[in-house]
């Protein structure tokens, strides 16, 4: 199993959401540019302290055709979607301890773009959170990031 | 605040201060210009003070040298909101009982004013027809005289005499230079006969700055006022205030970094030198080269730099400055469904179409009984005004179909009466004066009035800082003009404090909307900062 | 050269806080752009003037300014650096009752829960709770609902079903759509003063507490409840600082120039008429104004289409106005309250008058009739309290509002010319009686009254003296507002634009139907979203 953030993990997020006929059905047609940017926050060993991870990923007709990590952060040019949180935040996602919808109104995920877009696509975008915290798997022992 | 140091800080956002900011601006200093008020351009100001869309300018309103004006060609203001309108008629008396009115025109209609002087007096129309061609070529020595800062004087000096300035005017006229001595109703009379005639240059001499009609010496005035003034008269489209908007837009785009609201607490001396200000909020604003206070001369010199740091000479001449009696003013504004009509129309309808109108006044003395009342403190009985009513020329002033009227008594100084008792002439003395008003106006009832406002000295020196109500922030006496305004040695706008300057109305040639102050302020400041001379035009000599 | 000689890139009409925005950004784009306003002064409801004596600044409209940091228009159009600034009461908002109580809110939310628990300690804590949830998505949501075109309620209310919202927070539920303020605050307080305080801060919003379906928008509008700012110097600052924004990009704002006409030529607007003559816009006109002057006074009526017509004139406004009363003081007021709670004095909007949920119904109901209630209730503000230049030194600056009728069942909206100094009176007289007795006395120098009336003749896009130009109803929010086929700022003319506060969201210095509008003109006219970096 591939552990989180690295290439084969995104490549395996990547094969799971362009497998999903659900999701491939009710997305939008539209392609959508986002971001997602991880932030070291002193607690997940996989980003440091004050460190960011950055990816960009583009979804086009209902498939990923992009899923890769940036240099740096994107200046926003062109980008649709940014997404941003703690690491930790992102791994107890990914490992189905938060759920992905609370996190966005607690504020632990920032989402900065166009909400009608997101609204609008509802369905579309519950099964892409979906994917991402249940279906998603890592290489943790207990299905759990290695700390507290 | 950000920035809070820069090359020259400007003290009052009225337009001195404006014309200053965008000057040394231009010339490439870094200007930071503040204001007391939430508002900026002082007395060129418009307030709706009666009713919703009733626009009044209740400060200034003649506009007479926007033509020789030398910010308003430099920042080609008229692309920036700043449009005139110019009316006809440009001054008008009207009379109780029916007489034919007195009306002055624009300044190259001398025809038309000498008919209407001709009803009373042929002598008094040939004796416009002269004075007036005259006075018409005037117009550059005006300028001159206006646009230039008075002459650097030193302690060791005789005292400047603006009367040589005076006389050689007068001769330059062909008169006899004796006339500058006598005082402005002697001039006034020798020239015109008929009384009624007279009766509008009296008016006219005290509204636009002339000192007593009855000192001497301010025979200069004759010249000024009555003869070259009338007929320069312009008024901005959509009210005074948007020649500030023009300004403010000008400084703006000349980088000056504007901050209202911002009223400055003291000048800040360091190793005696002017070195910025601090504000009533306790923030402070430095300057690198130069304070230029475009405020009043004693709130620069007693109240911002203090007592304490000045010569005995310059504390002593500043606390002695005259404010008033002359050139204090009570605004009524008045929201009009019609514009008055009055009963002198029937011999010439110019009456209603004349901008500045003249009413309450039954004969020449009654002028002068007028103008000795706010003299010795008191309210004029006869509750007489010039009125204007903007709206027949410009639309945008009013409401559709509504009328804007706008008017000028002349009050005793602010100190005169109590407080209370200028709330007392504030709910009174429109009424009083409506009632005169009708019988020189029958449609001028309480019926016609939708809402009416009164804005007293004691209003003109809270709000604008104008002490006493003096719209000239001094007196026009012999003793307080030209190289002698506010006093010698500081009329070429530097003081004894290194780095401080005054460019505001207590500066050479006083109050009115001349830019002047401020534009003669730039001369010197350009010269002792060393900076290009941006006020140089060459289509103009001055 | 004569100021319109060269046309414009952009005409916009109305110098109001929205338009000048829109201005601004515009211009900081590289277009050349010219903002034209009927009155003598730039600001529209930043209107800051001395009605009752010199230097006493009274705002006559916008006092209130929530959404200072949040709004992004603040940061891109650099305000503070062109000379905006603002105080933040660390006391928000008061009631005080007619029992000597009081209640406070702060921006500290533990002093808040404080005052409310000394009425119900249930309350505090579902406050709290409440409070919580609601900075948590406040962001998203101020995001989604102010700063975005206008999304279909129903859209939102799939979408939080779908992300099954109703299950994972305890205040948001499909079911907002259909309540009132009213029925939200009954139904998770207990309180009535606490309910009262929650009401009159909707309330002061425009948003009628007992209006069905307006609980949908509470949550955004509870999120700015302790976010109140007061423009020092007066709100007219506000558009001191935009204009410089404007002129320093190479904008003009020309007031006192009223647009009489909108110029169509091939179906396209191309300009606008004035008192000066034709003004041509090269590539847009955007009206900032309420949409009956711009389809029924500015358009000729064969160029506006039957269903546009039909609709902007079923466009309802606010059934209560305003009625304003400026007060010069002789210094702050204390109240008897503060021996309840000393935090009163320092209060900045007050709450004087409605003690309960019914209150307010009965309040609003006689104003719909056009009566005037004998025992105004108030809202009450002190700016001097957070801004001491706005008076003389040792002075103070009040503003006293009622909810009132626009038009009186006696004599119509004329009729309040010869009611409303004495009603001004009257709203006084009920303040100075919770003030200690040497204040009650001596505090009130003058005051000026402002009849809803007045200021629908000042203001005249505020037709009925409806400040937020448009109701705040269902019916007239978000893709509904003002009409259907103009909610998304576009018009069914090529080249018009609309962008004041007829547009979603609604009035207030919001800048966001100024900023939705730039964000549509920028789609279709190719302009870099600079502003807009996701």
């Known amino acids: 199993m591939p552990a989180i953030y690295s290439d084969a993990w995104y490549d395996d997020m990547k094969t799971l959401i362009n497998g999903s006929a659900d999701f491939k059905k009710l997305a939008p047609k539209q392609r959508a540019v986002m971001t997602l940017e991880v932030v070291g926050d002193g607690k997940s060993p996989y980003v440091p302290s004050g460190k960011e991870l950055y990816y960009l990923v583009v979804l086009d007709g209902g498939q990923v055709t992009d899923y890769r990590p940036l240099p740096e ?76 | 605040m950000s920035g809070t140091e820069h090359d020259v800080v400007i003290i009052g956002g009225g337009h001195h201060g404006l014309t200053c900011a965008a000057y040394l601006a231009r010339a490439g200093v870094d200007v930071c210009i503040l204001e007391g008020r939430h508002e900026w351009g002082g007395a060129v100001y418009t307030a709706e003070v009666t009713a919703p869309g009733f626009c009044h300018n209740i400060h200034a309103n003649f506009m007479e040298f926007l033509h020789i004006m030398p910010f308003f060609a430099d ?54 027809r002269e004075l007036k061609a005259k006075a018409n070529m005037f117009e550059l020595v005006m300028a001159a005289a206006l646009y230039t800062p008075p002459a650097k004087w030193n302690q060791s000096e005789s005292l400047p005499n603006p009367m040589l300035a005076t006389q050689s005017s007068f001769s330059m006229f062909g008169l006899d230079e004796e006339m500058a001595f006598k005082t402005v109703r002697d001039c006034i009379d020798e020239y015109f006969e008929a009384d009624e005639v007279r009766a509008l240059l009296y008016r006219v001499a005290i509204e636009f700055a002339a000192p007593s009609l009855e000192w001497p010496g301010s025979g200069y005035f004759f010249l000024f006022a009555c003869l070259f003034m009338p007929g320069c008269w312009r008024m901005m489209v959509g009210g005074t205030h948007r020649l500030n908007g023009a300004m ?111 009413v309450g006044y039954d004969s020449a003395k009654d002028v002068l009984d007028y103008c000795r009342a706010g ?6 009985e006869l509750p007489a005004a010039a009125v204007w009513v903007n709206s027949l020329w410009d639309a945008t002033q009013a409401p559709a179909g509504k009328h804007n009227l706008t008017g000028w008594y002349f009050f005793p100084k602010a100190s005169a009466l109590s407080e209370a008792e200028w709330e007392e002439v504030r709910a009174t003395y429109n009424d009083k004066f409506l009632r005169l008003y009708g019988e020189f106006a029958p449609n001028m009832t309480r019926e016609n009035v939708i809402a009416d406002y009164l804005h007293t000295p004691l209003d003109q020196e809270r709000g604008m800082r104008m002490r006493e109500g003096d719209f000239g922030h001094g007196a026009m006496s012999l003793d307080q003009v030209m190289g002698l305004r506010p006093f010698a040695g500081v009329a070429h706008h530097g003081t004894e404090i290194p780095g401080l300057y005054l460019a505001g109305s207590c500066m050479h040639p006083g109050g009115g909307v001349t830019a002047a102050c401020g534009y003669n302020a730039v001369k010197v400041l350009c010269q002792d900062l060393e900076l290009p001379p941006v006020w140089q035009n060459p289509r103009r000599f001055y | 050269m004569g100021m319109f000689d060269q046309g414009f890139d952009a005409i916009i009409i109305g110098a109001g806080h929205n338009g000048m925005a829109l201005a601004g950004y515009l211009a900081k784009s590289g277009w050349s752009v010219a903002v034209l306003e009927r009155r003598t002064e730039e600001g529209g409801g930043l209107c800051t003037e001395e009605v009752t004596e010199p230097n006493f600044l009274h705002n006559m409209h916008s006092n209130y300014h929530p959404l200072v940091g949040i709004c992004p228009v603040y940061d891109d159009l650099e305000l503070t650096e062109n000379g905006v600034e603002y105080g933040h009461p660390d006391v928000q908002m008061g009631s005080i009752f007619a029992d000597g109580t009081a209640l406070t809110i702060h921006t500290d939310m533990q002093k808040t829960a404080a005052s409310f628990a000394r009425f119900s300690q249930k309350d505090a804590d579902t406050w709290m709770r409440l409070w919580d949830e609601v900075s948590g998505y406040m962001d998203l949501m101020v995001r989604t609902l102010m700063y975005a075109p206008p999304i279909a309620l129903n859209d939102i209310t799939r979408a939080l079903a779908s992300w099954g919202v109703e299950d994972k927070s305890e205040f948001l539920t499909a079911r ?75 904008g003009r704002v020309f007031p006192q120039v009223p647009v009489t006409q909108i110029v169509v030529e091939g179906g ?34 064969g160029l506006v289409p039957e269903r546009t017509r039909r609709e902007v004139a079923e466009v309802k406004y606010q059934d209560a106005s305003l009625f304003n009363v400026h007060v010069a003081m002789n210094g702050l007021p204390r109240y008897k309250a503060a021996a309840f709670d000393p935090a009163i004095d320092r209060a900045w909007i007050l709450n004087i008058g409605f003690e309960s949920l019914a209150d307010f119904e009965h309040e609003f109901s006689l104003v719909r009739s056009g009566r005037l209630p004998e025992r105004p209730r108030l809202n009450a503000a002190v700016n001097s309290l957070y801004d001491p230049t706005d008076a003389p ?79 705040i109803h269902p019916k007239n929010l978000l893709e509904h507002r003002p009409t259907d086929e103009l909610a998304e700022y576009r018009t069914p003319i090529p080249g018009l634009y609309l962008c004041g506060a007829s547009q979603h969201p609604h009035g207030y210095i919001t800048f966001a139907p100024g900023y939705n509008a730039l964000g549509v003109i920028a789609e279709d006219m190719g302009i870099d979203k600079w502003w807009d970096r996701v």
């Open chain 1, 73 to 148: 952060r994107h200046d926003g040019k062109g980008l649709g979607f940014r997404f941003t949180a703690p690491a930790t935040v992102w791994e107890n996602i990914a490992a189905g301890l938060l759920d992905p919808i609370t996190c966005g109104l607690r504020g632990q995920i920032k989402i900065r773009g166009d909400m009608r877009f997101l609204m609008q696509n509802a369905d579309a975008v519950k099964i892409l959170v979906d994917l991402y915290g249940q279906q998603g798997q890592t290489d943790w022992p207990q299905g759990k990031p290695p700390y507290p």
């Open chain 2, 75 to 128: 920042f080609d203001l008229p692309s920036l909101g700043a449009r005139t309108i110019h009316p006809e008629i440009q001054a008008g008396m009207a009379f109780r009982d029916g007489r034919p009115p007195v009306l002055i025109y624009q300044s190259d209609m001398i025809e038309e004013t000498a008919k209407s002087f001709a009803v009373y007096s042929k002598r008094d129309a040939d004796a416009w």
């Open chain 2, 248 to 358: 403010v837009t000008a400084c703006i785009k000349e980088g000056v970094t504007m901050r209202e609201s911002s009223r400055v607490k003291r000048i800040l001396l360091e190793g005696g030198r002017a070195a910025g200000v601090e504000l009533v909020d306790g923030k402070r604003v430095l300057a690198r080269r130069a304070v230029v206070s475009a405020v009043g001369l004693k709130d620069t010199l007693l109240d911002m730099v203090g007592a304490a740091h000045l010569s005995d000479y310059t504390r002593r001449r500043a606390t002695h400055f005259k404010e008033g009696p002359d050139q204090v003013l009570g605004s009524v504004a008045m929201a009009l469904h019609e514009p008055p009509k009055y009963k002198s129309a029937r011999w010439d309808p110019g009456i209603d179409r004349a901008w500045y109108q003249v």
């Open chain 2, 375 to 380: 003299h010795c403190d008191r309210v004029p």
């Open chain 3, 176 to 250: 907002l759509r259909s309540m009132s303020v009213a029925e939200f605050l009954d139904k998770h307080f207990e309180n009535d003063r606490i309910k009262a305080m929650l009401a009159f801060h909707a309330a002061i919003c425009a948003y009628q507490p007992h209006v069905k379906g307006l609980a949908v928008s509470y949550p955004v509008l509870l999120g700015k409840i302790a976010n109140w700012h007061v423009c020092k110097g007066g709100s007219h600052r506000l558009a001191h600082a935009l204009m410089r924004v404007i002129v320093k990009a190479g």
């Open chain 3, 268 to 301: 396209r607007a191309v300009g606008v008429m004035t008192p000066d003559g034709f003004v041509r816009a090269h590539k847009l006109v955007a009206s900032s104004i309420d949409v009956n002057q711009t389809f029924e006074t500015l358009l000729e009526p």
């Open chain 3, 393 to 471: 030194e040792g002075k103070a600056t009040g503003l006293l509002r009622v909810f009132a009728p626009f038009a009186l069942e006696a004599g119509g909206p004329e009729g309040w010319g010869a009611v409303a100094r004495q009603y001004g009176q009257v709203a006084l007289d009920r303040w100075c009686d919770l003030m200690v007795d040497d204040d009650a006395r001596s505090i009130v120098r003058r005051f000026a009254t402002e009849s809803p009336h007045e200021i629908s003749q000042k203001m005249i896009n505020y037709r009925f003296g409806d400040w937020m130009v448009g109701r």
